[in-house]
T-cell receptor, first 114, second 113 residues
Framework: DGGITQSPKYLFRKEGQNVTLSCEQN?????MYWYRQDPGQGLRLIYY???????QKGDIAEGYSVSREKKESFPLTVTSAQKNPTAFYLC?????????????FGPGTRLTVL | DAKTTQPPSMDCAEGRAANLPCNHS???????VYWYRQIHSQGPQYIIH?????ETNEMASLIITEDRKSSTLILPHATLRDTAVYYC??????????????WGLGTSLAVNP
């Protein structure tokens, strides 16, 4: 089955620890995205990448880092510099040549920092 | 990208049509209307999009007013599994700028038995 996988579904970390969230896609999409969602809120863009070895900051990139070494993978690291890391994190992908903005989303990772 | 306004919540009886409105009075000529939905604790799912003509697919119908200042997403026979938050987004068609969708708070649709 083609799609986007995120792991783990639930993640707990102690305050001050860095944590890396996984995102893999086998849709052969060029573009990948990371969003954050807080309770009762819409999605906010953290980082996006349109091509391997290149990525751009979104609206709330502070305290996060990403890498795009492979087309299929776009891991997100939540660093200790992120003031409020507890949130629902969503990864998405889309074909860069798409004429419409249909982004395919993974199931999400719910991160709780204790 | 133009701003959208949606009611925060709606109810619908199972088996009836659910009509979800969206206002986008500042939409420009090259902006499309997109609809996504998000079932609780899952990733959003694309539903449908349109420019000025009405559109229909296996999930829903999209009715856009002639002046394009508002639209309605129609779920013709709502089921309990349609309970979700529905997001209306306006966006230009630009593959080179295919990087950001602006997400509002959406409409929380409750389908009741």
């Amino acid at each position: 089955d083609g799609g986007i996988t995120q792991s783990p579904k639930y993640l707990f970390r102690k305050e001050g620890q860095n944590v890396t969230l996984s995102c893999e896609q086998n849709l052969n999409h060029d573009a990948m995205y990371w969003y954050r969602q807080d309770p009762g809120q819409g999605l906010r863009l953290i980082y996006y990448s349109q091509i391997v070895n290149d990525f751009q900051k979104g609206d709330i990139a502070e305290g996060y880092s990403v890498s795009r070494e492979k087309k299929e993978s776009f891991p997100l690291t939540v660093t200790s510099a992120q003031k409020n890391p507890t949130a629902f994190y969503l990864c998405a992908s889309s074909p860069i040549e798409s004429s419409y903005n249909e982004q395919f989303f993974g199931p999400g990772t719910r991160l709780t920092v204790l | 990208d133009a701003k959208t306004t949606q009611p925060p919540s709606m109810d619908c009886a199972e088996g009836r049509a659910a009509n979800l409105p969206c206002n986008h009075s500042t939409i420009s000529g090259n902006e499309y209307v997109y609809w996504y939905r998000q079932i609780h604790s899952q990733g959003p799912q694309y539903i449908i999009h349109g420019l000025k003509n009405n559109e229909t697919n296996e999930m829903a119908s999209l009715i856009i007013t002639e002046d394009r200042k508002s639209s309605t997403l129609i779920l013709p026979h709502a089921t309990l599994r349609d309970t979700a938050v529905y997001y209306c987004i306006v966006r230009t068609i630009n593959a080179g700028n295919n990087r950001k969708l602006i997400w509002g708070l959406g409409t929380s649709l409750a389908v009741n038995p």
